[in-house]
């Protein structure tokens, strides 16, 4: 049931490290104090469980706008949720109290200043408040920086309605902790979430494909006898990689959703049960496994989404021994991964938020440099470089690649940012197409200015600078690129870039004719 909620609500197919468990906490009524890291997706751990439960919720915070943000992106997915603040016009606050008087809402946003006022207790009593959710629970700490006195008037609410709390920080030091445990829970112990993102005993590793089959078979030969999952784009897939695996002497089943139920139950028993099995199966395999001594994940295909894959790596080494990952990704599954979004029945932000939960993978696929440091960043952690990654093993041999990027941004621009990427690279190229004609792009000043690299190498470029952020393509029309405020500085000259040169060395070299 979270899952369907947070497909349906949010629109997520995947939680984030760590909101599952919390969510599950905070939906059985426990208090729960939370650490994550900001932008690790705190919200949806009280937005959800406040859809499971009965009652309103309701959410103390100290920033208005962001209850109103937050307030507007909940009624726009049909969720019943209203704010009282200072902010409010008076129909906005008899809206609220109205839906409240009818028993119609389920998260009510409030300033901590409200609960100073004297009628607010009365009012959340009769409202059938069974939940009280705390953003920025540090607010609470003397010590803080952000100390808002009137978080102190929070733990008494807690004891006067009887109900649980949950409270959510990005701040974790030991004694700001404390401090939030005593003023907000009283006596009461929280159950408390303190995992980073990090899982640093997972290796990671990805590689363009080249030769995939092999590349899995040599991965799993050097692994013999662990049990493993590699999981596949697609069912057929599942059965022709367990065939090969099994005839190159492991033992190895499949298992996808167009399985029996009894047949992928018994599959899901015997890897469970079994040490040294290797499972080849799509992402419907792993939800209900519970291994803890998975030694490896590959993935034969590239994952949906830097969630997706974070999720399923994550199921290897969970009893925190050394794991192996490695992901193979290439055009085509970019190609597919871009069709299946497009094609989808998604409204067009979320196919662009779907983009760009890809081109997140994607960057983190052309990284150059720590992987580690790249993943938790996008879940907003901050790392050094793990030494536990195929970069940081091996770093990639980099080069300035501030010229073809600014030819390209400069193609991109001077075409109106209104062509994908096929065509941009026509005009690098000097390819006169009818379709460049027709605009009149073979008069561009950059038409043809990036002939000394071939079209493939161009691709290569492009994919890096979308994974950096430069330019982003627009799935609304077309995948025309565009390009970001990141890439001005570029432009301008004031800022250099550096791509990897190997993956331009794997791309085919341009022809270029001898004089
Ligand atoms: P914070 O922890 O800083 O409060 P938010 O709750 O605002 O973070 O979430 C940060 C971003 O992560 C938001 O854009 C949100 O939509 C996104 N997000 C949260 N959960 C998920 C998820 N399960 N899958 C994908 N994106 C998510
Ligand atoms: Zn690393």
Not at 121 to 143: F, K, M, N, P, Y
Not at 291 to 296: F, V, Y
Not at 333 to 338: A, K, L, P, T, V
Request: net charge neutral; glycine share 10%.
């Amino acid at each position: 049931m979270p899952a369907d909620l947070l497909r349906q609500i949010f629109g997520f197919d995947d939680f984030r490290p760590g909101q599952q468990e919390i969510v599950e906490a905070v939906a059985a009524g426990r208090d729960v104090l939370a650490i994550m890291p900001t932008g690790g997706g705190k919200s949806l751990c009280y937005q959800l469980p406040a859809l499971m439960r009965d009652g309103v919720t309701v959410v103390i915070s100290p920033l208005i706008a962001l209850m109103r943000d937050q307030v507007r992106a909940l009624r726009e997915a049909g969720v019943a949720a209203g704010a009282l603040t200072s902010g409010n016009t008076e129909d906005e606050t008899d809206q609220v109290f109205a839906a409240l008087n009818d028993g119609a809402l389920k998260l009510l946003y409030m300033a901590p200043e409200r609960l100073a006022s004297g009628g607010t207790l009365a009012l959340l009593r009769r409202s059938g408040v069974t939940a009280i959710a705390v953003d920025e629970a540090h607010c609470v700490s003397q010590w803080g920086h952000d100390f808002r006195p009137d978080y102190l008037r929070i733990g008494a609410l807690k004891q006067a309605l009887g109900v649980p709390l949950a409270a959510f920080t990005a701040t974790a030091d030991a004694e700001t902790r404390t401090e939030i445990v005593s003023r907000l829970f009283g006596d009461a112990t929280p159950q408390t979430f303190l995992r980073g993102f990090d899982r640093p005993n997972i290796h990671l590793a990805f590689q363009a494909k080249d030769g995939p089959r092999r590349q899995i078979l040599d991965f799993a030969a050097a692994r013999p006898g662990q049990s493993g999952i590699v999981y596949c784009g697609s069912r057929a897939k599942t059965e022709a990689l367990a065939t090969a695996l099994n005839a190159a002497g492991h033992s190895a089943l499949h298992y996808h959703g167009g399985m029996e139920a009894q047949a992928r139950r018994d599959a899901e028993a015997r890897f469970q049960r079994e040490d040294g099995l290797i499972v080849a199966a799509t992402v419907a395999f792993g939800m209900g496994i519970d291994k803890p001594d998975i030694r490896w994940v590959a993935h034969a295909d590239l994952p949906k989404s830097i969630e997706a894959y974070y999720q399923e790596i994550g199921r290897a080494g969970r009893d925190g021994l050394p794991a192996e990952t490695l992901t193979l990704y290439g055009p085509d599954d970019i190609r597919m991964r871009r069709a299946q979004i497009d094609e989808g029945l998604a409204q067009d932000d979320r196919k662009q938020a779907d983009h760009a939960r890809l081109n997140a993978l994607l960057g983190l696929a052309e990284a150059t440099g720590c992987r580690r440091v790249r993943l938790l960043s996008y879940f907003g952690e901050t790392a050094a470089p793990c030494g536990n990654c195929d970069l940081c093993d091996a770093p990639p041999v980099l080069f300035d690649a501030t010229r073809p990027v600014q030819m390209a941004l400069s193609a991109m621009l001077r075409s109106g940012e209104r062509f994908g990427a096929g065509h941009v690279i026509d005009i690098l190229t000097g390819n006169a197409t009818e379709k460049l004609r027709e605009r009149g792009h073979d008069q561009l000043p950059t038409f043809g200015v990036g002939a000394e690299w071939s079209r493939a190498q161009w691709q290569a470029i492009v994919r890096q600078m979308m994974g950096l952020d430069l330019c982003r393509p627009d799935p609304s029309r077309h995948g025309a690129l565009h390009i970001t405020d990141a890439a001005h500085p570029i432009l301008r000259g004031e800022q250099t870039v550096t791509l990897r040169e190997d993956s331009l060395r794997r791309a085919k070299p341009a022809f270029v004719p001898k004089m």
